[in-house]
């Protein structure tokens, strides 16, 4: 039985209600009028249900996907701008007791090397990240309560808060750990994360199980319901999303929205961000062994409905994707994404040797951040470090309504001019400086709001003076 607003994993992700749905967009795929009316209703900026989005999705006319990716750039221009906030994963362990078939930290994978980063080369790892210019990570550990109990987590956190080299400092860790009990969820907020994320992999039960074959992740129903326990335990900026080419893409993207829907039934806040991750090679694991893979033409209108359906919900997109498809995802709807990655347990202190080899996926965007910040620039975008929300204490049911109202604008913008005049100063090159200096001199004179402008102008003169870190 489906019910938007219940505590259990079954009833709010229905498979049955997603199979209905599927049949639904089925039979509705060529109503021109039903078509016509979804895409008037996502052109008023309040979103698409899962059913209504479904049918774009399985719609095979060549004009209504026209329409649709219009329309996505045009709700990502309006409501985010030209700004790309950047962001590195930081991996601090790769000990892992669960059996996931599509992940190389699989308990069985006997050839991987395991480690698992110590204080100290926390230290180094956060130290090589802010001498980049990175000012937001994720932290990403396997699961294993012996090598990495959440007291490991929290002492992390407590260590990467604490290095400031320079000018440089983390401002912001989010967290992509397993699935836990609301108290341990409470320790997370309380040690001052940004955004928990939990990727759900599949929303197809059955699915799901023959995929984690063992260890506490194969719980489908503790996993599904982690963000409802996460948000119990305070922590309201959750990150949501599937691994595309696990399950067919058609029942994960009616999945993912379903539980978008339930979480703002439940708490009155979705989910702070949406990732489209999809599956690459890794060691011990080649993509054709998934038959589900998602060709780069669905993958772009997945994007792209995910925009038009969730309107005010950020988009990530990671070093799993190319160049190219990063540059077609930033126009249709990708408002943050990830630089000069390493996904390796120790990758950013010390280049690994291969037979070392301890990442999680290959990447496809193997650039340096300078020359991910140049590419942005180049692309007619601003790159973005910023962090003030959750700093300004603007998350969750406080952070919605300033979105939904545009009011956020008047911070992002300027943060993003600002944090990037932070990263000129600090980190470029004479290239990038150049660029960038002339793209904040030209953006600060689009700020509408004369004393946001004004004092946006002032605190880009101070930098000059050695200060940082100002925000609105
Ligand atoms: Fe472990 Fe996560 Fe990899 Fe599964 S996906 S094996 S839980 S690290
Ligand atoms: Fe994100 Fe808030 Fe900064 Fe805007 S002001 S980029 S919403 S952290």
């Known amino acids: 039985m489906y019910d938007v607003a219940s505590s259990k994993a079954e009833e709010f992700i229905s498979h049955d209600e997603i199979m209905d749905t599927l049949a639904y967009a089925e039979a509705n795929k060529h109503n021109r009028e039903l078509l016509d009316s979804i895409l008037a209703k996502a052109a008023t900026y309040k979103g698409l249900n899962h059913r209504e989005a479904a049918v774009l999705l399985v719609c095979d006319l060549p004009e209504y996907k026209e329409k649709l990716f219009n329309l996505a750039i045009e709700i990502k221009r309006k409501i985010y701008g030209d700004r790309v906030v950047l962001f590195a994963p930081l991996y601090l362990s790769n000990y892992c007791i669960n059996g996931c078939v599509y992940c190389p930290y699989h308990s069985k994978n006997r050839h991987i090397k395991r480690k698992k980063l110590t204080q100290d080369q926390i230290r180094q790892e956060v130290m090589a990240l802010e001498a980049m210019g990175h000012k937001r990570i994720v932290i990403e550990s396997g699961e294993d309560p012996l090598n990495n109990p959440l007291d490991y987590i929290l002492d992390s956190i ?216 140049e590419w942005i620039l180049d692309l007619g975008y601003v790159p973005s470090f910023c962090t003030a929300c959750y700093r300004a204490g603007r998350t969750g049911d406080r952070f919605m309504p300033l979105a939904k109202s545009g009011e956020i604008s008047n911070c992002c913008q300027p943060n993003a001019l600002m944090t990037l005049n932070e990263y000129l100063l600090d980190y470029a090159s004479d290239k990038t400086r150049k660029t960038g200096e002339a793209v904040i ?31 609105f």
Do not use: W
Request: with cysteine.
């Open 441 to 471: 001199k030209e953006q600060l004179e689009e700020i509408k709001n004369q004393k946001v402008k004004q004092m946006a102008h002032e605190y880009i003169q101070q930098m000059e003076h050695g200060e940082r870190d100002f925000r």
């Open 158 to 373: 407590k260590t990467i808060y604490s290095i400031k080299n320079k000018h440089g400092e983390i401002r912001r860790v989010n967290v992509n750990i397993a699935a836990c009990e609301v108290e341990d969820y409470k320790k997370l907020h309380e040690a001052g994360i940004g955004t928990y994320t939990l990727f759900q992999e599949t929303y197809n039960k059955k699915n799901y199980e023959s995929l984690h074959p063992t260890g506490p992740k194969s719980n489908y129903a503790y996993h599904t319901e982690a963000m409802d326990r996460a948000m119990q335990g305070g922590i309201d900026d959750v990150g949501i999303g599937v691994l595309y080419g696990l399950e067919h893409y058609k029942y994960d993207f009616v999945g993912l929205l379903m539980h978008a829907e339930h979480l703002e039934a439940k708490f009155g806040v979705g989910p702070h961000t949406i990732s489209v991750p999809r599956i690459c090679p890794a060691d011990d694991i080649e993509v054709g062994d998934f038959s589900n893979a998602v060709p780069d033409d669905i993958f772009e209108k997945i994007v792209a409905l995910i925009r038009v359906s969730t309107p005010y919900t950020g988009m990530i997109m990671s070093t799993r994707e190319s160049q190219r498809m990063r540059e077609r995802g930033l126009a249709l709807g990708i408002s943050q994404i990830s630089g000069a990655s390493r996904t390796s347990v120790g990758g950013y202190a010390k280049e690994e040797l291969p037979e070392d080899n301890s990442a999680q996926f290959d990447r496809s965007d193997c650039r340096t951040l300078d020359e991910i910040v």
